[in-house]
């Protein structure tokens, strides 16, 4: 290493340990933090609400899903305290061996006896009585790898062999390693990721649109290579016409969303969570929502995540060096492309794609890597207080 390139290195870790010292002084964003732990009490009330009569017939305790949110709860709390207090500088040092870990677990839950297979996909390790979903935790690996790859390449972001085509090959790898589950929904998250990703660093647009109308042909051929996908596109176009088979889970989605009304049934009044909307306590909690609390309930819940994500895009642009930035913008995309996807499947304007709603779906692994993001989003406006500046936003 060249003694210029020495010099810059300390500079950065002065700027690092500065930035950590911010952390204590300027604290977390307020605002963020209040909405995080409002929408996991309403979650948790939620879960409860969808999964109690479903719960006793099933394990003969109503409490049984709530009770185990509740630890899921407690153990995302755990991990959004210890990645705030890590801090996420310390994340350039961790990026590849996350990346690589996350890889190894994508294998790993792929092998015979090991992988959990549960709805005909193969996504959990199973340790004694808890499962891990190791593509929840590859989400948020991606987005830190990128932050790390981006911003020591940000000279070279424009070339092809070194600013683009690495990411493409890294993002491809993890997509197979999900395909292969199969989990579509959260190949195509990673996908728009990297997409948002490399546009807001600067890679040239025409790189960004042919890889993206080259994956439209891959994609149709995942689709209509899977009977199983092509029957959920199937449903998605006509549910009605496909309304006791194929079209049943969005038909009932759709009366039970439209069934409250402006301000709902009532707090545990909805009646399709009573065996006639299938995974009413997870991927289709939304519905709940909709048909308790009606059109006002979902709307506000809508506005919440609003302001999480204008928060999250806020500290993006305060944070203290391009790092922290591009690590802010991914999380934040990454949890506003859940939302809305999660959101548009349950109202019929996406095709199922089987993933959760942040703060509310019941589901352990979800809601860890969530507050993991959240801890992390929380240290770097902490760290970015008030700052607005572009002059801070380096890397060696």
């Known amino acids: 290493m060249s003694r210029k390139r020495k010099k810059e290195a300390a500079g950065e870790r002065q700027r690092h340990l500065a930035a950590g010292a911010a952390v204590a002084a300027g604290g977390p964003d307020p605002l963020l933090l209040f909405c995080v732990i409002a929408l996991s009490a309403c979650g948790l009330v939620m879960v409860y609400s969808a999964s109690a009569v479903y719960a006793q017939a099933k394990t003969g305790d109503s409490m049984y899903f709530f009770k185990h949110q509740l630890v899921n709860l407690a153990l995302g709390i755990t ?17 590849y061996p996350l990346l690589l870990f996350t890889m190894v677990l994508l294998v790993v839950v792929l092998v015979p006896g090991i992988g959990s297979r549960a709805g005909g996909s193969s996504r959990w390790i199973k340790l004694g009585g808890f499962g891990f979903q190791p593509g929840e935790l590859a989400k948020v690996a991606f987005v830190i790898y990128l932050a790390c790859s981006l911003t020591r390449k940000r000279a070279r972001i424009k070339a092809f062999g070194k600013g683009f085509l690495p990411h493409l090959l890294v993002s491809g790898v993890l997509i197979v390693l999900l395909l292969g589950q199969p989990d579509f929904g959260t190949a195509a998250v990673l996908t728009l990721l990297l997409f948002f990703m490399l546009f807001v660093a600067g890679t040239r647009i025409s790189y960004i649109v042919t890889a993206a109308l080259l994956a439209i042909p891959m994609a149709y051929g995942l689709i209509a290579g899977s009977a199983y996908r092509m029957r959920r596109l199937l449903a998605f176009l006509d549910p009605w016409a496909h309304r006791q088979d194929i079209g049943y889970q969005i038909s009932e989605s759709l009366m ?12 545990g009044e909805g009646k399709h969570k009573l065996f006639f909307l299938p995974a009413a306590h997870t991927d289709f909690i939304y519905s709940i929502v909709g048909e308790e609390l009606g059109i006002a309930g979902a709307l506000a819940l809508m506005i919440v995540f609003g302001i999480v994500i204008y928060r999250g895009m ?53 809601l860890i890597c969530t507050f993991l993001a959240i801890g992390i989003l929380l240290n770097i406006s902490a760290a970015g207080g008030d700052n607005t500046s572009d002059a801070k936003l380096t890397w060696p």
């Open 79 to 95: 991990a959004m305290i210890a990645a705030y207090r890590v801090g996420y500088q310390r994340l350039v040092h961790y990026a």
């Open 256 to 267: 039970s969303f439209g069934s409250g009304g402006l301000f709902g049934m009532g707090l």
């Open 314 to 366: 806020r500290i993006a642009l305060r944070a203290p060096d391009l790092f922290g930035s591009y690590v802010a913008f991914g999380l934040t995309m990454l949890l506003g492309l859940q939302t809305l996807i999660n959101m548009g499947v349950v109202t019929g304007m996406l095709p199922t794609k089987g993933l959760t709603l942040p703060f509310f779906s019941y589901g352990g692994s979800s």
